[in-house]
């Protein structure tokens, strides 16, 4: 088939080219990603070496806020939540991140957080109830 007729059919859901079809050319991949069940990262398809870290899905929210040496009434932004594990972690992070900044809490950590949150009776009175 010559070259100027390897283009894919416009509208051709399964793309092929020249007889090909795309999963031909770049194989779906059907092995499990990792050992974690969350971990949403295409391990050896990355560009960079950080990029191998497992990642989950993020969980986001709108909410407002502001940093804590602010004043006013803050403002909206995205805020989103998921865990991290470098490669060389040997325990799993929680992140909370906003506008590209953000922290990363460690198991014990997330569970003092919660434990604040859920139990502390200011906390709960002022922001749960
Ligand atoms: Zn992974």
């Given at each position: ?51 191998e ?33 470098r490669l060389d ?41």
């Amino acid at each position: 088939m010559p070259t100027d007729d390897r283009v894919a059919r416009e509208g051709d859901p399964e793309k092929e080219v020249s007889g090909m079809r795309e999963n031909d050319v770049r194989p779906v991949r059907t092995e499990a990603r990792c050992g974690f069940p969350w971990c949403t990262t295409l391990h050896g398809e990355t560009a960079h070496p950080d990029d191998e870290a497992h990642r989950s899905a993020g969980v986001g929210f709108t909410a407002r806020v502001r940093s804590v040496d602010e004043t006013g009434a803050g403002a909206e932004a995205d805020v989103e939540v998921g865990i991290l594990r470098r490669l060389d972690d040997d325990e799993d992070w929680l992140v909370v991140e906003v506008a590209g900044e953000g922290l990363a809490f460690g198991r014990d950590g997330v569970r003092q957080l919660r434990r604040i949150l859920v139990e502390n009776p200011q906390i709960r009175e002022a922001f749960l109830c």
